[in-house]
């Protein structure tokens, strides 16, 4: 929920959160993520959260999740919230289809752009804490920044928070990831990501030298 939030949670590899659809670089398309299929109409677009997307903890994902997961968005100054004058409304269609009904600045390429974008978190853990963070008709971001969510986070991705400090980032695997039947059964091949962090270009390019980094 921070103003530009970045890896792990969010940013263009989802490794903790996923989003509706996911933009694929080599074919220029649209692919499904937590959606397996979108249709587009002059004035709407629907999406179909796949039945078989779950949470790490088992629980299925819902369309309470993704519409709480949007209306975010219009409600905190996030990075997306601007992304709201495009989108008049959100609804939940039923059988696990959910419409963004397009507002008068009508641009589906950007609304589109906006769906691929979002990442979908669970309303059962954020929920509560942007309803404690709200005083009259604001809410309070220094308490929301507060909530560090790193014990044992609820995610939709391959893999999940181990630990942190400031000069890195560990990530595990997701032992019942919900997509590894997307991939012949098979889990993603590392089961942790170390991910340094580096106060100084002079530091990262010594690192890459010495071939202390894979990527």
Do not use: C
């Not at 968005?73 to 609804?91: E, G, Q």
């Not at 609304?111 to 954020?126: D, R």
């Amino acid at each position: 929920l921070a103003p530009d939030p970045n890896f792990p949670a969010d940013g263009n590899i989802r490794l903790m959160y996923e989003s509706l659809l996911a933009y694929n670089q080599l074919t220029e398309k649209l692919d499904p993520m937590l959606a397996d299929g979108y249709t587009q109409t002059d004035s709407s677009i629907t999406v179909h959260l796949d039945t078989r997307a779950k949470w790490n903890n088992g629980e299925k994902i819902t369309p309470d999740d993704v519409i709480f997961s949007f209306k975010i968005d219009s409600i905190l100054p996030t990075a997306h919230n601007n992304n709201w004058k495009f989108i008049k409304s959100i609804t939940d269609d039923g059988d696990n289809h959910i419409t963004f009904h397009l507002s008068s600045h009508r641009n589906p390429l950007k609304v589109l752009n906006t769906i691929a974008e979002t990442s979908i978190i669970p309303k059962s853990v954020f929920e509560p804490l942007i309803k404690s963070a709200k005083t009259g008709k604001t809410y309070n971001m220094e308490k929301i920044f507060e909530f560090k969510n790193d014990t044992h986070p609820i995610v939709s991705g391959p893999y999940t928070l181990k630990t942190y400090a400031p000069d890195q980032i560990v990530l595990e695997r997701v032992e019942n990831y919900w997509r590894q039947n997307h991939y012949g059964g098979k889990k993603p091949a590392p089961k942790y990501i170390i991910h340094p962090i580096y106060d100084k270009n002079d530091n990262f390019n010594n690192a890459m030298v010495r071939g202390n980094l894979d990527v």
